[in-house]
């Protein structure tokens, strides 16, 4: 069974700062998807990973793909209030991105 | 982009009763679609796969009398939570794969259920 663990669940800085979240899963997969959700909506699509080695960017967000780790890291540089919201990884388990496993989200708090 | 709507956004029905949530792809014909449930402060988990013209595929634990999954069209996946009960109280999200790569997937905005 793929298990997807994330962490921390909870994070809270100040703005300006860095942090990294942290996606592990436990069966082999090069298909790797972070998504954003905030308070009672739906997910966004932040990025997709295909490959050991991968590195995508978008803004002040960062995300990095090691298969060989089964390791996916989601790296925040000088973080702003907007990018509070709940992250969370995917894992597919074929190449059909629908059927995927997720972490348990990370919630981050942005804080002045 | 693609979108993918859900309707409706919120419902609030009696213990009992059936409720249908639709999920449409927009502008983009999709052969599969997904179903997740979300309980509050909790992750996604996916209920089943919805495959035009033919039966649902149902993950382990997920009662397929309970949820009826239909794939009518290109377009739409409906689906029925029979006899609700509170505990089925849930964030139900669909999701669709992208028109260019399947790697690609679209979520639908969530229809919250609330069973009183």
């Known amino acids: 069974e793929l298990k997807v663990e994330q962490n921390p669940l909870f994070l809270s800085m100040q703005e300006g700062k860095n942090y990294t979240i942290y996606c592990n899963y436990s069966?082999?997969?090069?298909?790797l998807y972070w998504y954003r959700q905030d308070p009672g909506k739906s997910l966004e699509s932040l990025f997709v990973?295909?490959?050991?080695?991968a590195v995508k960017q978008e803004g002040r967000l960062m995300a990095s793909l090691d298969t060989k780790a089964r390791l996916s890291t989601l790296h925040i540089t000088a973080a702003v209030h907007d990018l509070s919201a709940t992250y969370f990884c995917?894992?597919?388990?074929?190449?059909?991105?629908?059927?995927?496993?997720f972490g348990d989200g990370t919630t981050l708090t942005v804080k002045p | 982009g693609a979108v993918v709507s859900q309707h409706p956004s919120w419902v609030i029905c009696k213990s009992g009763t059936s409720v249908k949530i639709e999920c449409r792809s927009l502008?983009?014909?999709?052969?599969?679609m997904f179903w997740y449930r979300q309980f509050p402060k909790q992750s996604l988990m996916l209920m089943a796969t919805?495959?035009?013209?033919?039966?649902?595929?149902?993950e382990q634990g997920v009662e397929k009398d309970k949820f009826l999954i239909n794939h009518a069209s290109l377009t739409l996946s409906t689906l029925t939570v029979t006899s609700a009960h509170p505990e089925d109280s849930s964030f139900y999200i669909c999701?669709?794969?992208?028109?260019?790569?399947?790697?690609?997937?679209?979520f639908g905005p969530g229809t919250r259920l609330t069973v009183t």
């Open positions: 999701s669709a794969p992208g028109r260019l790569s399947s790697y690609e997937q679209y």
């Open positions: 069966t082999t997969s090069d298909r």
């Open positions: 990973l295909l490959s050991n080695g």
């Open positions: 995917a894992v597919a388990f074929n190449t059909n991105a629908g059927k995927s496993t």
């Open positions: 502008d983009f014909q999709a052969t599969t």
């Open positions: 919805s495959n035009e013209g033919s039966k649902a595929t149902y």
